[in-house]
């Protein structure tokens, strides 16, 4: 077999699966790197990626190759861990974090605790007896046990010629440390040259202090952050009634399978999505509509995973488990929102990637400056000053400057019934100047009822009616509904046609006893060179006036009947149009349906630019030119007819309740179906992004002010050095002050 001929075999028996894990024991944005790093370099590994803030990594690997316990033993061997092959990831996840939590805070406690009196003795009894020795004992478990873990991944890092922020903590409070004890039993080493031999065990044990404080806020962050995830699991019940066999059991919702009859008492969170069979209920589903007022549920009627049910008992049939229900989605959206990184976070993890070589760098010049130009001491500061830029030059800020914010913009909009699906939607929306609207479903309720149901003759035929109710009844089209109910109110019965075709944009036709007839609008009838009588033109247009749009019925010669349909208009459209043009952005509303009713909406809403009759193409189309005159265009649609148009756009921004695809294709999802959200997308990621901003500006510019003010650089002008302990607590600040920063984006108001 040639090479050529095993490539393609191997080609065509590769397996490329995209899997997410939990990654355990990362401590800082370079850890990341790192993960990251030795993923992308192990074996059957297409490409893979890892977000420090949600601690998770996703991986494209070749199955065929590649197994997750391969990719697990690699990231073990630079000191990490990948939750694999475990029921519930995320509950292992979330039990580490725990752990790891109060790992840090006991660690954080007794470093503080040991750390105090070395500090004491350092500042106020310098000259005291066995001082020095004191702050030795006190300072050894410090940097040693407490800190331990600074040593052991930095160790794993360089044996894989990496480093991280562990490798600049180990390597300052080591050298610290060491330094200091040499001072302490070797002092004459430093008198005989003229020079006091200084101790910093206070800087060495408050540095590990400093740092174990930051890294335990910052783990209190983290679990803040993912509140809105833990909330949206809490909606879902761990047990379900079951009827098997005619028997009500109570099984694990995770056994339950589609077509499953399932039991909901009064009270009940409903457990997974389906269809009522029998009984009567009202159910709060103000978690996926936002609406306060419970709906009434009776058979056919569909339900929904982590909505609760009321008053009444009812049983439903399973339509979707698993992670295919809605809540399952939802929840999906905001993890995957909260793992996506921004553009701005892709340009951070690079810098992270390469800051702790550079700043090892720095260090070690600083030193080599410092003995060859210091003069007297020079040695001493040179070591000092080394030390005090490893301290400060922790990239912990710069990491966590933007994941922190995209994770609380994301859980902020889940607050607001507003999700985010990748945080490069939320990190351009503010950026929108063009919103483009759908008519139906969006600006309108999109359940459309007959309004007018008028026929040419005084007695329309039976026959006649029950043609119209079999070709609406095959129909796809949204409106076909209003029309089947309207005439199932008159026991109308279908019949079989000899022929059905659906005409895009059109309506539909079909045939029966060798007579052809046709539902649809206007064009479909002109099409067909069908007569429309002078009374009928009349009264279309008077329909067409009120914003109804209107449906003819005919045979192959002669119109039979004129049907109007209305969908009500959104009470809150108007109001959330005007604020976005307020905001100065343009709104255009695109719709399939007629210039008269497109009209009739978008005067009754205040809308300035629209088209009418547009083809789900031409909207796709309609986006591209806006594009092409610089605008940051906004789709909002709800069908699948703008699954293209939202697939352009810049912004994609799907109603809730619409179909399953433009919720695939969109970015962002509004559960309310309320077009008030959009505004509300957009101030959020004003806020969002303004954080990541700042976040950036305080993680940079103490970094570029810090290193080279604890490199000497003022010492010359005023003598003034920085202390490693001051350094420490500096940078443990600066972290802290970072998330502190992103966290207030959760009290803001969009």
């Known amino acids: 077999m040639s090479p050529d001929t095993l490539t393609i075999t191997k080609n065509k028996t590769s397996k490329v699966k995209r899997e997410t894990f939990p990654v355990l024991e990362m401590t800082c944005a370079a850890c990341a790197v790192s993960v990251e790093s030795i993923l992308k370099t192990t074996t059957g590994v297409k490409d893979a990626g890892v977000n420090f803030a949600n601690q998770s990594a996703w991986v494209e690997y070749d199955s065929s190759v590649s197994q997750p316990a391969d990719l697990q033993n690699a990231v073990r061997s630079i000191g990490y861990d990948l939750v ?93 440390f060491v330094f200091s004890v ?47 995830i833990k909330k949206l699991m809490g909606l879902q019940p761990k047990t379900v009634r079951a009827l098997i066999d005619g028997v009500e059991q109570e099984i694990p919702i995770a056994v339950v399978k589609v077509g499953y009859k399932l039991q909901v008492r009064p009270g009940e969170k409903i457990p997974v999505d389906g269809v ?39 049983q439903f049939e399973a339509e979707k488990v698993g992670g295919d229900t809605i ?55 040179g070591l000092l000053n080394s030390v005090t830029v490893l301290v400060i030059a922790c990239p912990c800020a710069l990491g966590l400057a933007t994941p922190t914010a995209i994770m609380v913009g994301v859980g902020k909009g889940a607050e607001n019934n507003i999700l985010i699906k990748d945080a490069e939607s939320l990190e351009l929306a503010h950026k929108v100047t063009a919103v483009i609207l759908d008519k139906t479903g969006t600006i309108t309720e999109g359940k459309p009822v007959v309004t007018d149901f008028v026929w040419a003759a005084t007695e329309p035929n039976s026959k006649e009616k029950q043609i119209l109710f079999t070709l609406e009844s095959q129909s796809e089209h949204p409106l076909a509904e209003a029309v089947v109910n309207n005439l199932k109110s008159e026991l109308i019965n279908s019949i079989t046609l000899d022929s059905f075709e659906s005409i895009t944009a059109r309506g539909v036709k079909g045939s029966a006893d060798g007579q052809t007839y046709y539902v649809g609008n206007r ?42 349909i209305a969908d009500k208009i959104k009470s809150t459209s108007k109001a959330a149009i005007n604020a976005l043009q307020k905001k100065g952005i343009d709104v255009y509303m695109l719709t399939g349906d007629n210039e008269q009713t497109a009209k009739a909406v978008a005067s009754q809403v205040g809308l300035k630019h629209y088209m009418a009759e547009v083809l789900p193409s031409d909207k796709a189309q309609f986006v591209k030119e ?65 954080g990541i901003k700042q976040n950036l500006f305080w993680a940079f510019i103490y970094n570029v002010i810090g290193i080279p003010i604890a490199a000497g650089v003022l010492y010359p002008v005023n003598g003034f050095l920085l202390d490693p302990m001051i350094a420490g607590a500096a940078m443990a600040l600066s972290s802290v002050s970072v998330v502190g920063n992103s966290l207030r984006l959760r009290a803001a108001k969009v």
């Open 84 to 176: 694999v092959n475990v029921e519930d990831p995320q509950a292992v996840q979330e039990e580490a974090q725990r752990k790891h939590y109060e790992a840090v805070k006991q660690r954080t406690i007794w470093s503080t605790i040991f750390s105090i009196p070395v500090v004491v003795i350092g500042m106020f009894f310098m000259d005291m007896s066995y001082g020095t020795y004191i702050s030795m004992m006190l300072t050894a478990p410090v940097v040693f046990y407490f800190g331990r873990n600074f040593f052991v991944n930095a160790w794993k890092q360089a044996r894989h010629g990496k480093a991280n922020m562990d490798t600049l903590v180990a390597l300052s409070t080591g050298i610290a």
């Open 276 to 314: 009522v069979v029998n009984g009567s209920s009202f159910v709060d589903e103000s978690m996926i509509s936002g609406e306060p007022v419970a709906v009434e549920k009776k058979a056919g009627e569909k339900v929904f995973a982590g909505t609760i049910n009321q008053k009444g008992s009812f």
């Open 523 to 564: 064009k479909l009838i002109n099409e067909n060179n069908i007569l429309v009588p002078g009374h009928i033109v009349n009264l279309a247009s008077k329909l067409q006036s009120e914003a109804k749009t209107v449906v003819y019925f005919s045979d192959n010669q002669k119109v039979l009947a004129v049907i109007a």
């Open 182 to 228: 040499f001072n302490t039993f070797f002092p004459d080493f430093w008198h005989s040259r003229g020079m006091h031999a200084h101790v910093y065990f206070e800087a060495a044990a408050v540095v590990v202090a400093f740092i174990s404080l930051g890294k335990l806020l910052e783990e209190k962050a983290k679990s803040n952050t993912s509140s809105a």
């Open 327 to 381: 809540l399952a989605q939802i929840i999906k959206m905001v993890q995957q929102a909260q793992g996506s990184k921004a553009p701005v976070q892709k340009l951070v993890d690079k810098i992270a990637g390469i800051f702790v070589p550079i700043v090892i760098g720095i260090a070690i010049l600083t030193f080599i400056t410092w003995v060859v130009i210091g003069g007297d001491n020079a040695f001493t500061y």
């Open 626 to 690: 806006l594009q092409a005159k610089g605008k940051i265009v906004a789709m909002v649609g709800d069908g699948i007819n703008d699954s293209h148009a939202l697939a352009q756009a810049d912004v994609s921004i799907a109603m809730g309740k619409g179909s399953d695809i433009a919720m695939d294709v969109a970015k962002m999802t509004l559960i309310t179906s309320d077009l008030q959200s959009i505004p509300k997308a957009l101030n959020l990621s004003t806020k969002t992004v303004m």
